[in-house]
Nanobody, 125 residues
Framework: QVHLVESGGGSVQPGGSLRISCAVF????????IGWFRRAPVKEREEISC????????VYAESMKGRFTVSRDNARNTVYLEMNSLVPEDTGIYYC??????????????????WGQGTLVTVSS
């Protein structure tokens, strides 16, 4: 069973940066693909990125490219989402999700089986 815990959310001013974390418990990150998603107020859930357990295999939603960066730390079993040049439209609850990727499928993936509880990011002056 995979258990995901997001942390690091908070309030930040427009133009600022924030790094949020997704700690993985119960499974080795080396066997998982991790996706980041967000849900903004009165909007549907939006996919931000997919990072598989294949070396260098990370894809981003077009609107996130250049501002958001995903990194994986297998030693800490943690995935990070670095967010820069934040704007109020980035406000929302950010979730990480996991797929047990024994076959090392490439991103993007069609499904994730485990989800964290989310962490709130608020971009406001």
């Amino acid at each position: 069973q995979v258990h995901l815990v997001e942390s690091g959310g908070g309030s930040v001013q427009p133009g600022g940066s924030l790094r949020i974390s997704c700690a993985v418990f119960g499974y080795s990150l080396e066997d998982l693909a991790i996706g980041w998603f967000r849900r903004a107020p009165v909007k549907e859930r939006e996919e931000i990125s997919c990072a598989s357990n294949r070396e260098g295999d990370t894809v981003y939603a077009e609107s996130m490219k250049g501002r958001f960066t995903v990194s994986r730390d297998n030693a800490r079993n943690t995935v990070y989402l670095e967010m820069n040049s934040l704007v109020p439209e980035d406000t929302g609850i950010y979730y990480c999700a996991a797929f047990v990727n024994n076959r090392r499928l490439r991103c993007p993936l069609r499904r994730y089986d485990y989800w964290g509880q989310g962490t709130l990011v608020t971009v406001s002056s």
